[in-house]
Nanobody, 117 residues
Framework: QVQLVESGGGLVQAGGSLRLSCAAS????????GGWYRQAPGKQRELVAT???????NYADSVKGRFSIFRDNAKNTMYLQMNSLKPEDTAVYYC???????????WGQGTQVTVSS
C-alpha cells in the first residue's frame, strides 16, 4: 500500500504564502501523474494543479499565477507553493498520485489551509 503524507498547512493572513509537501512511499519519478486538490466546507473537491510524468503542468484558473506545483524525485516528494493567498483558498488540501505497472491511485490524508482576511 502506497502512502502519501502531506504537511505544511496552517493559518496565514491574506497575501501570505505557504508550501505544502506530499511525501510518497513509492517513487514519484515513475508515477503517471500527481496533483493537488482541495475541498472547502460545503463544496465538492476540486482540482488545483497536476503534474504529469512528462512534466506537463495544469492549474485551475483560480490559482494560475499564484500557485506552483513541482516535485523532487530524489526525495519522492511533490510540492505546492502557494503565494498571494486569498480567503477563498481556505480548504483542506489533498495530494493525489497515480501509477501504472502496477496500477494504483492514492490520496493523502489532507492538510488544512486557512487564510484569514
Amino acid at each position: 500500500q502506497v502512502q502519501l503524507v502531506e504537511s505544511g498547512g496552517g493559518l496565514v493572513q491574506a497575501g501570505g504564502s505557504l508550501r505544502l509537501s506530499c511525501a510518497a512511499s513509492r517513487s514519484i519519478f515513475s508515477f503517471n501523474y500527481g496533483g493537488w486538490y482541495r475541498q472547502a466546507p460545503g463544496k465538492q473537491r476540486e482540482l488545483v494543479a497536476t503534474i504529469a510524468r512528462s512534466g506537463i503542468i495544469n492549474y485551475a484558473d483560480s490559482v494560475k499565477g499564484r500557485f506552483s506545483i513541482f516535485r523532487d524525485n530524489a526525495k519522492n516528494t511533490m510540492y505546492l507553493q502557494m503565494n498571494s493567498l486569498k480567503p477563498e483558498d481556505t480548504a483542506v488540501y489533498y495530494c493525489n498520485a497515480h501509477w501504472l505497472n502496477p496500477v494504483g491511485d492514492y490520496w493523502g490524508q489532507g492538510t488544512q489551509v486557512t487564510v484569514s482576511s
